[in-house]
């Protein structure tokens, strides 16, 4: 058996607990892609109370995971010695892969048709009028957060002492991936790819602050785009009878 008293036996602890977290994320992913097809919420899926309470309890467990794993901040990517910069950074950085994604997007759409993407998740957390622009904005936060610090400092660097780092990037984008399966073909495609470089943004900058606010930029953009282009969304069919 494992010995909790030492370091050694605490990140196997925690290993083990971020793999069953991962599956567990994932299997609620595939019960969720099969209940939207037969479903359309009329409430917003990011202002649900009880979906918020959840998604900030991951984000502490993910915390914890990351205190239990004994391993330092430094390592964790937890520490941003210039934080302006690093948000600076990841904003610039957020804006310029959006607006590469819109134009993959659509042009993939033409190219191959409206069967590759299915819009359902955004249009399941678009604002229904303005004034929920800074709930949904502030709900976005945990989300983000929580798949950031599992793909990243859990992820990535709890596992690189014992897998390959390309292993780990190409593994985690593939998981990362089938985690929007709700959103069709594409946006498992585009979402994977997503992850490697958010994957090699850490890396590159020894922080999660970067990617986490790369992330959260390219989401709330996203629903800018679709907020102002309902009629596009509007033209498919997301549900069936």
Same mark, same amino acid.
């Given at each position: 058996?494992?010995?909790?008293?030492?370091?050694?036996?605490?990140?196997?602890?925690?290993?083990?607990?971020?793999?069953? +977290?991962?599956?567990?994320?994932?299997?609620?992913?595939?019960? %969720?892609? =099969?209940?939207?097809?037969?479903?359309?919420?009329?409430?917003?899926?990011?202002?649900?109370?009880? !979906?918020?309470?959840?998604?900030?309890?991951?984000?502490?467990?993910?915390?914890?995971?990351?205190?239990?794993?004994?391993?330092?901040? =430094?390592?964790?990517?937890?520490?941003?010695?210039?934080? $302006?910069?690093?948000?600076?950074?990841?904003?610039?950085?957020?804006?310029?892969?959006?607006?590469?994604?819109?134009?993959?997007? #659509?042009?993939?759409?033409?190219?191959?048709? #409206? !069967?590759?993407?299915?819009?359902?998740?955004?249009?399941?957390i678009l604002p229904k009028q303005?004034?929920?622009?800074?709930?949904? %904005? $502030?709900?976005?936060?945990?989300?983000?957060?929580? !798949?950031?610090?599992?793909?990243?400092?859990?992820?990535?660097?709890?596992? #690189?002492?014992?897998?390959?780092?390309?292993?780990?990037?190409?593994?985690?984008?593939?998981?990362?991936?089938?985690?929007?399966?709700?959103?069709?073909?594409?946006?498992?495609?585009?979402?994977?790819?997503?992850?490697?470089?958010?994957c090699l943004l850490f890396i590159? %900058?020894? !922080?999660?602050?970067?990617?986490?606010?790369?992330?959260?930029?390219?989401?709330? +953009? =996203?629903?800018?785009?679709?907020?102002?282009?309902?009629?596009?969304?509007?033209?498919?069919?997301?549900?069936?009878?």
């Amino acid at each position: 058996m494992t010995n909790l008293n030492t370091p050694g036996g605490w990140l196997i602890f925690t290993r083990l607990a971020i793999l069953l +977290l991962t599956i567990f994320l994932g299997w609620i992913t595939y019960q %969720s892609n =099969q209940l939207l097809k037969r479903y359309k919420p009329d409430f917003n899926l990011l202002l649900s109370p009880p !979906e918020f309470i959840v998604r900030l309890l991951l984000v502490g467990f993910c915390l914890f995971l990351a205190w239990s794993s004994g391993l330092s901040a =430094q390592t964790l990517g937890l520490v941003s010695p210039n934080w $302006l910069k690093s948000i600076g950074l990841g904003l610039t950085l957020g804006l310029a892969t959006q607006i590469i994604i819109y134009l993959l997007t #659509r042009w993939a759409i033409a190219r191959f048709g #409206r !069967e590759i993407y299915s819009p359902v998740v955004v249009q399941s957390i678009l604002p229904k009028q303005p004034n929920e622009w800074i709930l949904v %904005s $502030l709900a976005l936060l945990p989300a983000v957060a929580m !798949e950031e610090l599992l793909f990243r400092s859990l992820w990535l660097a709890g596992f #690189r002492a014992i897998i390959p780092l390309p292993l780990l990037i190409i593994g985690t984008s593939l998981v990362f991936g089938f985690m929007h399966l709700p959103q069709g073909a594409l946006g498992i495609i585009l979402t994977g790819s997503i992850n490697i470089f958010f994957c090699l943004l850490f890396i590159w %900058s020894g !922080e999660l602050l970067v990617p986490l606010v790369a992330h959260y930029t390219i989401n709330l +953009l =996203q629903l800018i785009v679709a907020y102002f282009n309902k009629s596009w969304l509007d033209e498919y069919q997301l549900f069936s009878d």
